[in-house]
C-alpha cells in the first residue's frame, strides 16, 4: 500500500490546480496525474484515444467516463505513483468519483484529502484567456500574473508558448457550465466521506500553494 499523498484537486478551469499540481509532485515526491495533458498529448500524436477525444475537447464538453477511467487506472500502477499521487482534472463525474474509489480500494489505498480551490467566475475568465502552455515543456504561464521573460517564449527550456485551443472565450463558457452541472456535485460526494479540504484560489501562486501546504497538514 503506498504511503504519502493520495489527494485530488478539484476546482472549476482555471483554478489553478495544474500550477499547483507541479508544485505538490516536487514537494511530496508524488506523481502528479493531468487527464487534460494526457489527453491533450493524445491528441497531439493522434493516437485512436486522441482522435477520439478531440471532437469533446474542442467544444468543451467531458470525454466519456469510460475512456478516461481506464487512462487512470493504468497511470496509477506506474512506479513513480507508488509514493503517492495527486489527481488533476479527475474525477470529473460522480461515476468517475466512484470508479476511483474501486481502483483504489482493488489496489488497497484509499485517498486521504480532496482539495477544492475556490475561484469566483469573474476571476477564472480573466486568468483563463491569459494563460499560456509551452509546447515543449509544458510549463505555464500567465501573460498579466506570471510571464514569461520574453515574449511567447519559455523561460526553461525556449519552447514556443501557445494559447489551448479551448481557452478561447466561447469554450470557456461551456466548460463552466459543465463544471456547474457535472463537477462541481464532487464537492458534495466528498464532503460526505470527511475528505473534503476548501481551499480559497484566489491571490498570488505564492499564498494559495501556502494554504494548499497548511490544508495538507496532517496527511502524509
Ligand atoms: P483540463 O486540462 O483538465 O481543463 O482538461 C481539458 C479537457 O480535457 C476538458 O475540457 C475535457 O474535455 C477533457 N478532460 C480532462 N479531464 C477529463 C475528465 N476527467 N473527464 C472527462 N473529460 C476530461
Redesign the pocket.
Known sequence: MAAGLRVVLLGP?GAG??TQAKFLQEHYGACQI????I??KAVAEQTPLGKE?SG??NQ????P?DL?VNLVAERLKENDCAPGFIL??????IP?AQSLDEILKKMGMVLNGVLAVQVPQKVIVERLAGRRTCKGCGALYHLAFDPPKAVAVCDRCGGELVQRD?DREETIVA?LK?YDTQTAPLVDYYRERNLLRSVDGVGTVDDIRNRIIQALGDVK
Open positions: 478551469p490546480k495544474g493531468s487527464t487534460g495533458d489527453l491533450r477525444a469533446y475537447i468543451g464538453a467531458l470525454v467516463d478516461i488533476d482534472g479527475f474525477p470529473r463525474t468517475q479551448d466548460r459543465v
